[in-house]
């Protein structure tokens, strides 16, 4: 038997050539569309505007299949996490985040990471593969289900970031199609400003992405200068920090109400002085730029501590006075795993320091 698609990740344009191949109107795309993202559904036999017969061909040949849904947590902050299995020795987790005001969904754009950095404990599982457009997509569909509809008429999700596992701009293919499908009017409508990319910083896919999206960009900054950044964010070596800046500098040129966020980890004694923060509001000089300070989350093994309340709160005061905006992210979800750095998932046959993946993707 033929293996039946998954429409789950197709774009509007792939769906298009997907029904043409059918010997159908292109104009079904725009139904399929509606019916997977605006109403979640995974079964053609509700899809009323649809024929009987195509809905029996579309049985035949796709079908609308997300992540398996393994666990479930919720936090005393009222932060959720999943536990997601992509196939039969891989799962991924993907975390939704309450706050006033506005929901955001931070989903994961590979099984595990190839990037070493060497705070982060999703780096220790090592690196399995990229997830599919419709694995990554897939989360925001299973999440709305999860989540329902908000009783004041507003979005429950308001906000997606791949922030989750994995590199996403070492997986650029499926993570356009699917931030193409968060932001596609047919499909879940959010706005470029409220989908983020994060990235450590490769710069080539950076400077690729600037040609085919315009989605708002973070940044893993870590450190104001090389030699500390290559031991943090080893991606470093490759691409140093005046390149990358300069990568993001033409990245939000386009739109002068943009700016890039950059976050940075606050390490004890490794990142934190105020000297290293006068230096980075120098490095970031004209730059539009958001400081995010994200206080370290522990876990066993890794090797660093938090900065201090009071050392995070000079660092920002230092950043402020120089004009940057600045803002220390409050650590959510951490009694069940769920804070930055903290996401693991489970991956098998590991690729640890496998420094070719990296080098095929850029
Ligand atoms: N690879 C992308 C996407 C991951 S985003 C990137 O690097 O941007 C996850 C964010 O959490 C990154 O800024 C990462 O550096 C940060 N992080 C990783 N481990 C952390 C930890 N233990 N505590 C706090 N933040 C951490």
């Known amino acids: 038997m033929q293996e039946r698609v998954n429409l789950l990740g197709m774009t509007r344009s792939e769906l298009e050539d997907f029904f043409v191949s059918l010997g159908e109107k292109r104009f079904r795309a725009q139904q399929i569309l509606k019916w997977i993202h605006q109403f979640g559904v995974d079964d053609f036999s509700v899809m009323s505007n649809i024929g009987k017969q195509l809905r029996a061909t579309l049985q035949q040949r796709a079908r609308i299949t997300p992540p398996r849904v393994l666990e479930e947590h919720t936090s005393g902050d009222g932060t959720r996490k999943w536990l997601l299995q992509v196939d039969e020795g891989n799962s991924v987790e993907m975390v939704f985040i309450p706050e006033e005001g506005r929901g955001t969904l931070c989903v994961s754009s590979q099984a595990g990471c190839a990037l070493e950095c060497s705070f982060c404990s999703t780096a220790r599982q090592g690196f399995n593969r990229n997830l599919s457009a419709a694995e990554i997509v897939g989360q925001l569909w299973l999440a709305r289900r999860a989540l329902g509809c908000d009783p004041r008429g507003g979005r429950v999700i308001s906000n997606v970031v791949l922030m989750g596992m994995g590199e996403p701009l070492l997986n650029f293919d499926n993570v356009v199609a699917a931030m193409e499908l968060m932001t596609e009017d047919l499909a879940y409508g959010l706005s470029r400003r409220r989908v983020t990319l994060s990235t450590a910083g490769v710069v080539p896919a950076l400077r690729r992405l600037r040609e085919v999206s315009s989605v708002s960009l973070a940044v ?41 966020t950059f976050e940075y980890v606050m390490l004890r004694g490794v990142n934190d002085s105020p000297g290293q923060a006068r230096r980075l509001a120098s490095l970031l000089g004209d730059l539009p730029a958001k400081v995010n300070l994200i206080p370290f989350n522990p876990y066993p093994g890794s090797g660093y501590s938090s900065s201090p309340p009071q050392a995070i709160e000079r660092f920002a005061a230092v950043l402020q006075e120089r004009g940057i905006v600045t803002i220390t992210r409050r650590t959510r979800g951490s009694d069940i795993g769920a804070a930055c750095g903290q996401l693991v998932g489970r991956i098998r046959d590991r690729t640890r320091r496998n420094p070719q993946i990296i080098r095929e993707a850029c």
């Open 220 to 260: 893993s900054l870590h450190a104001p200068d090389d030699e500390l950044r290559n031991r943090l964010v080893p991606l470093n070596r490759k691409y140093p920090i005046a390149e990358l800046l300069d990568a993001c500098r033409d990245y939000i040129s386009r739109d002068s109400k943009r700016a890039v």
